[in-house]
């Protein structure tokens, strides 16, 4: 499995008083990445509205190593680092690099798929589960427990 990743240039909006990325900037653009993610596999993103169900975040980690300046290329890599074998719970990686190979910042996100008509965690159809075994593993990958929320 090769590691998922899409190109950016850095928009004037994901900037902050500092001139380098904000942290919603890259949060936007982990999400950006991810959603092309489920697309490339075949799961568009207005599959979520139709199907009535969609990702829920119980925390993002952000840990920032260089910045990222407006206008500045860049890409983003997406990988599974734990995920319950239903993909009903996920932990994803999301890892930023400037164009001169080094790494910018690494988002962690821990969370669970949101039936809309429910909100109720539920385990997600089979389209996204393929999607996620799909996905490359970390070096740290482990399988979760479903039953633990």
């Known amino acids: 499995m090769s590691v998922f990743e899409k190109r950016f ?15 919603t ?4 653009y982990a999400v950006d990445t991810r959603m092309s993610y489920f697309s490339s596999q075949g799961f568009p ?4 509205q139709q199907m009535q169900f969609g990702p829920v975040i119980k925390s993002d980690s952000v840990e920032y190593y260089r910045e990222i300046r407006l206008m500045e290329p860049f890409k983003v890599t997406f990988e599974v680092s734990g995920l319950a074998l239903n993909a009903s719970k996920f932990r994803i990686v999301n890892k930023f690099y400037r ?5 910018a910042a690494l988002i962690t996100t821990v969370g669970g798929w949101l039936s809309f008509a429910d909100r109720k965690l539920i385990v997600p159809p089979e389209g ?3 999607a996620l075994h799909n996905l490359a ?3 740290d990958f482990e399988v979760f427990d479903p039953s633990v929320v």
């Open 9 to 23: 240039e850095a928009g004037w909006a994901s900037i902050d008083a500092n001139g380098h990325m904000s942290n």
């Open 25 to 28: 900037g890259y949060l936007n």
């Open 45 to 48: 993103v207005m599959a979520f």
């Open 99 to 103: 164009d001169d190979g080094k790494q």
């Open 128 to 130: 996204i589960r393929k």
């Open 137 to 139: 593993p970390t070096d």
